[in-house]
């Protein structure tokens, strides 16, 4: 059964448990209308300055207060992938990206309540200057074999792992 909803959100019956799809779900006896738990988007902006470091952020508050990830955020509602990136990490960093490719995709499943698919993209800096932005208490570019600790995400940590595994040997 879904934490959210116990209620349907279109008619307002009490919502029953269903198979559907293989799976139980919450589902509303009078009106069939059925409720899915779907992940929320989040995303990331890899950069890394002239001598082949990382951007990272140390959180600034929540769960993960102190704790240091990729420069990150939520896609809006009504918000493009891209566009999110560039706002998520302007307000983290105070930095202008513009966006390159997709490093990876990932479902981090870290917190039970809020599961996420994130999507890292790599980005080359145009402007700004860099500073802690609103949820951060710290930026600084890492070595990518002398990283802080703690990592705040899961896949954070993959996605590191994978960037200094692929890194082009001197």
Excluded at 67 to 85: K, N, Q, S, T, Y
Excluded at 86 to 110: C, I, K, M, P
Excluded at 138 to 156: G, N, R, S, Y
């Amino acid at each position: 059964m879904s934490p959210t909803f116990r209620f349907c959100p279109k008619c307002g019956a009490q919502l029953t448990s269903r198979e559907h799809a293989g799976r139980k779900r919450p589902a509303c006896p009078a009106c069939d209308y059925i409720v899915y738990q779907n992940p929320a988007p989040g995303v990331a902006v890899i950069v890394f300055d002239s001598n082949e470091r990382i951007l990272l952020a140390r959180r600034k508050g929540g769960r993960f207060a102190d704790h240091w990830c990729i420069p990150c955020g939520w896609v809006e509602w009504d918000e493009d992938l891209r566009d999110a990136a560039v706002r998520e990490f302007a307000e983290e960093t105070s930095l202008e990206v513009v966006l390159g490719n997709v490093a990876a995709v990932h479902s981090n499943f870290h917190d039970p309540q809020a599961h996420s698919v994130g999507i890292w993209f790599y980005g080359n800096l145009i402007g700004g200057r860099l500073s802690a932005g609103d949820d951060v208490s710290e930026v600084a570019f890492c070595d990518l074999d002398d990283l802080p600790e703690p990592l705040a995400f899961p896949t954070d940590r993959l996605v590191l792992e994978q960037l200094r595994a692929n890194r082009p040997k001197k």
